[in-house]
Every structure is written in C-alpha cells, then in structure tokens.
C-alpha cells in the first residue's frame, strides 16, 4: 500500500491532519491524536460542537434538553495542545493540495485531509418534502419538530375545531430506525404526556401515522424484530400504513400513493439519508448514496492523504457491501484512521478497517426496544434489548464526554417509568433545564 507524503519527512515538524466534521467519526479520530506530539490536528465544524443524533428524537419530544446531545467543540480539546478546534464551514476542498476553503474564504492546509461530514436527508424527489415535511437530522431539525408539536397542541387547545383538519394528526414517513423511534416517542407524548397538559382539550382525535413503502418496519432486522416492532407500534395507538409511497406532501398534510389524503400540521421526514454536501463538491469519487468510495485502509482511491470515515463513506464490510450508517461504524473508522495517520508517521503499514460489530439496536418506546447483537445477530427485545442499547449508547456518549452515571440513571429512569412523568418537561420554564449532566474536563 502506498505510503502518503508527510510533513514529518522533511523534518517540517508535525504532520498536520485536518478533520472536517466534529461527529462520531470525526472527534475519535481527533482523540486517538490528541496529546500526539508528532501531530497537528485541525478540526473543523461549521456547527463548533458534536451532536449526538441517537437522542435526537428524545429532543423532539422534549423528554431532554438540547444541551443534554450538544457537546462543544472547544471544550472537549480545551486540554489538548496539539488539537486546534474551530467553528467554520467548509464550502470547498482541493484533495490534491490537501486544502479546505473556509466560509470567510481563507484557506487550511494539512498534510492529511479527513473527511466526516456525515450525512444529510433524502426526500427522494417526494414534491413538496424538502418544503414541508420536517427531517430529525441535527439538533435544530430536533428543535423545530418539538416547536412545532407545542405549537400544535397550543392552537389545538385554543380552537378545538382544528384538530378536525389535522391540526393533532402526525405523520411520521419512514420505517426504519429513525422513523419507529420517533412514532413511538411522539406516541408516548401525545396519548400519555398531553392529556397531563392540557386535560380539557379532546386529545381523543390526536394520532400518529407512520408510512413506509417497504412491506415491514426495521427492514434491515429479522422477522422476528419486524413483527415485535408492528405489535409495539400498534400498542401505542400508531395507524401503521406499509407498502405505500408518499407522493406529496403540502402545508395541509401529505397524499399518499394510493390516492389518500391525510390532513397533518406535522410531518416528519425519517425517510432516508444521503452524503452531505459537501461530499457533492468534494470531486471525489462517489457511489451509493453520494457517498465517497474508500479503499478498506479507510483512504479515497487515488488520494493516499485524504480520507473519509463514517456516514459521508462507502466503508467496505469485506464481502462487496458497505457497512452500515450507524454511529459505532463513524467512531471506529475514526480512531482507526487515526491509527493509520500514525503508522504512516511511523513509516509502519496502514492496515484495513476492521470493524466490531456491536449488532444492530432501536429503542421503540418505554419498556420496548429491540436488539440483534454481534455478528451472529442474537436477537434480544424488551429489557434485555433495553440493556444492550444502552451499553452501546453509553460508550458512543463516553466519546463526546457525557457524564455516563447520569446517562445511565436518566435512561433507566426513561425506559422504566410511566411516559405522564415527562409532564413536567413540558412546563416552559424547565424545557432547556439539562438532564444528563456532564464529566468535569
Ligand atoms: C435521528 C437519528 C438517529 C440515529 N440513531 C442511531 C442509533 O441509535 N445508533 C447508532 O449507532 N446510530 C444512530 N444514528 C446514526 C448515527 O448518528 C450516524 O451514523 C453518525 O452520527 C455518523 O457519524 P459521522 O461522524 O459520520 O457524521 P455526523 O455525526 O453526521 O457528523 C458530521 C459533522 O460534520 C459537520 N459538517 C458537515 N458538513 C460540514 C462542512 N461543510 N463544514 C464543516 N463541518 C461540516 C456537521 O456539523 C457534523 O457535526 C442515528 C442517526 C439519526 C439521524
């Protein structure tokens, strides 16, 4: 395998590795570097912190506060000489140079370039998605949706009449992971939580659709996952519509395949993913999904010096696939491009990706989730499924630096107690009060 040219080799002093993206992928490969005297890390981030996208829908249904997923970026290598982390965005890159163009036009230069932009929604050319319907992507989609889902209930309160035309009806598009997370979620808050908050509105006329072409929940899960999600859906009073496409979707609601209107204020899209922009500028060599094709030692054929790791790769899984986008995959691909910047330095021989695969995992609700572990995918569901998505959640959290005691006791707590107790969240003096508190340094 080729050797990339470093800095170090012409005695210039550290190499200088600039990271793009401050996600799982990202900050481990910047830890692995971090207090390396023979490197320089750069990270970039336009946002200037690291989300954790796995609580996402817990924002949107304001069971935590923002500040419990958002960790900053300054703090989190305020510790670290040889780490430079900045708020920037980068609107260009020149992989042959090795360069990134910032917002304000200036320009930073590594030695190594690694990319993990992660990932943006893909409305699949739905009309009218990217307009109306909302994606849970980043925090401020995770923000937006849980305004939006207030707001709704506040109007609904203040004219009952409106839930008639869908003002208490919430569509939720997308079958996988994302989409039965956040069903149930908004589920739990609108049969449980609300009729707390506002016991005079009739919230009998609230409901949460989901809709997925696919003719199964959780596609990539076994049978039985499949089923054991549709029964726990079902449970929770969630209208599940499979093997129908959305065809539109407007401020009214959206129009299904089949000719079905459903009246919505609130439609949330989970319905797929794609490379970020970025990758679309990058002139690197995309396949499935816009995503940048890799070699297995994590470098993009033809630029020894420029990787990209996690959701915005085609990371190979050895049999002709690509692994799966899923935070374990960006944090392992991180620290082992890390690993392979630092054999590079040491004139040792990168080696390829090898990745542990702690199985596959969604959290359907209060006292549901469902696992399928390792390899072997042994498959686990209820408390038990409950335990193992929490052992690889907490050490996902450990990375960005979460306090993991607290982590562990407000997830137990979530997933063991009855949903009305959140009522209290929703009292708009306390909805920013965090609730997983953090490590000191
Ligand atoms: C709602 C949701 C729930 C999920 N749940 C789970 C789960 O339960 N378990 C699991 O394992 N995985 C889950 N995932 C997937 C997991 O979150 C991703 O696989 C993981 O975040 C990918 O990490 P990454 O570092 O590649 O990218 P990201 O985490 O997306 O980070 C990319 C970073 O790059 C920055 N960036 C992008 N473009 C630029 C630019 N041009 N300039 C500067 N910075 C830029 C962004 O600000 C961002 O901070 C979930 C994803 C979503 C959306």
């Known amino acids: 395998m080729a050797r990339m040219p470093t800095s170090a080799d012409a005695a210039h002093g550290p190499t200088r590795v600039v990271i793009v993206g401050a996600g799982f992928a990202g900050v481990a490969c910047a830890r692995r570097l971090a207090g390396e005297p023979r490197a320089h890390v750069t990270i970039l981030d336009g946002r200037g912190y ?10 949107a249904t304001a069971e935590l506060a923002p500040r419990d997923i958002r ?16 708020t920037a965005e980068v609107v260009a890159l020149d992989p042959r140079q090795r360069t990134v163009t910032l917002a304000d036009d200036s320009t930073v230069q590594g030695d190594v370039l690694v990319l993990g932009v992660g990932a943006q929604p893909n409305f699949f050319h739905t009309p009218g998605a990217d307009t109306y319907a909302l994606p849970l992507y980043s925090l401020d989609d995770a923000e937006r949706v849980r305004t939006r889902l207030l707001e709704l209930f506040r109007d609904a309160a203040a004219k009952p009449e409106l839930v008639d035309e869908g003002a208490l009806t919430f569509v939720v598009v997308g079958g996988g992971p994302t989409g039965v997370e956040t069903a149930g979620a908004v589920a739990e808050l609108v049969h449980e939580v609300m009729p707390h908050v506002y016991p005079h509105l009739a919230v009998a006329g609230a409901k949460v659709v989901l ?22 859906l079902h449970r929770r009073g969630i209208d599940v519509r499979l093997g129908v496409s959305v065809r539109e979707v407007t401020d009214r609601g959206v129009t299904l395949g089949d000719g079905t209107r459903i009246p919505s204020r609130l439609v949330v899209w989970g319905g797929g993913e ?42 190979p899984n050895g049999d ?27 004139g040792a021989g990168r080696q390829p990706f090898r990745y542990k695969d702690k199985g596959i995992m969604a959290m359907i609700g209060r006292k549901a989730a469902v696992a399928e572990i390792g390899p072997h995918r042994h498959e686990l569901n209820g408390r038990l499924a409950f335990a193992a998505w929490l052992g690889v959640h907490a050490q996902l959290l450990a990375n960005a630096g979460a306090e993991l005691n607290a982590f562990v006791s407000w997830a137990d707590d979530f997933y063991l107690r009855p949903a009305h107790r959140s009522a209290a969240l929703l009292d708009p003096s306390t909805i920013d009060e965090p609730r997983i508190r953090r490590s000191a340094g």
């Not at 690291?50 to 924002?59: D, E, G, K, S």
């Not at 960790?71 to 670290?80: G, Q, S």
Request: aromatic share 8%; proline share 6%; net charge negative.
């Open 50 to 59: 690291h989300q954790f996208q796995p609580l996402l829908y817990q924002i």
């Open 71 to 86: 960790f900053d970026l300054a703090e989190m290598f305020a510790r670290h000489r040889n780490v430079e982390a900045r």
């Open 211 to 232: 809709v997925d072409l696919a003719h199964m929940l959780l596609t990539a899960f076994s049978d039985e996952a499949h089923t054991y999600a549709a029964r726990q």
């Open 274 to 315: 794609m490379a970020a922009p970025l990758a679309f500028r990058s002139g690197l060599p995309q396949g499935h999904g816009g995503r940048i094709d890799v070699h297995p030692d994590l470098t993009v054929p033809g630029f020894p010096a420029v990787y990209a790791l996690g959701d915005v790769a085609n990371v």
């Open 320 to 346: 002709g696939t690509a692994l799966p986008q899923l935070g374990s995959v960006a944090q392992q691909t991180g620290d082992w491009a890390a690993g392979n910047i630092i054999a590079d330095i040491e």
